[in-house]
């Protein structure tokens, strides 16, 4: 069989093109880091990369919902164990008033209460992130309104109940707030500081009945302060599972998606070596006016 110069040419090209784009494939690795670059390099390992690139995707979606929740819980329960901690002044403040020896002082010690009432307010009306902490689902109107006159106050008419939940993880939520509904029931911390403060202003002693409720409020608030950092704990240990979670997901992609930087640099010096054989051995085969069309 015949074997024309035409055909020995076009052999000659069809080499020549193919070890330049393996030199040029492998110079691409080397200078991206990446092994696959585009499907036909491996289709296998392409459906993989974008299976655990869809994965990755998912996991910092769920890393950020968890790490909002984790932060207004975090908001929350300061939140709440200030509540408490004032609680508690207000109870020690209210024991000495009800002492006989304090009466003349029982005037000065509604000032006081009436501060407190103050502070609660601004704990009740805490806001994170542009959002009422403790407005249940309506977290773009102010929870809880003080009267002009300091007389009463107010939840917001249109609720300050209902859970705000973040999806975690495929399947799973998690609460991200207590209700103003239940952190206050309703307006009974306002309530009972008022009641104190009036009482102490007319000089009169507190009620035991009130008394009795401060300490179930007292409770009542180290209750709902522990659902918090219950909810809390739960959102850590998610954030800390995702972290885990993402370092496996690229550890995959990596052995999938990553070049071996040493092995690409070894076969690109030998493809190289191969084109340039191929070139010279073209340049003593072909005539010069084949390799000027080559060139």
Known sequence: MRVTENGMANQYLRNINSAREQVTSLQSQIASGKRVLKTSDDPHATGAILQLNGAIEANDQYARSTGEAESQLESSTASLQNLGDLLLNVKDLVVRAANGANVDSRSVFAVSIDAYLGEAMDIANTKFGGKYIFGGTNTLQQPFELATDRSAVTANPNGIDGTIEYPIRDGLTQASNISGQEAFQG?????????????LTNGQAPASADMAQLDQLMEHVLTVTSKAGSYLQTAQANDTFLASQKTQLMSLLSMQQD????????????????????????????????LDFLK
């Open 259 to 290: 070049a071996d930087i040493a092995t690409s640099v070894t076969d690109m010096q030998r493809s190289q070596t191969l084109l340039d054989a191929a070139l010279n051995t073209t340049a003593r085969i072909l005539p010069k006016s084949l």
């Open 187 to 199: 307006t009974a911390v306002f309530d009972l500081l008022i009641r104190f403060r009036n009482d």
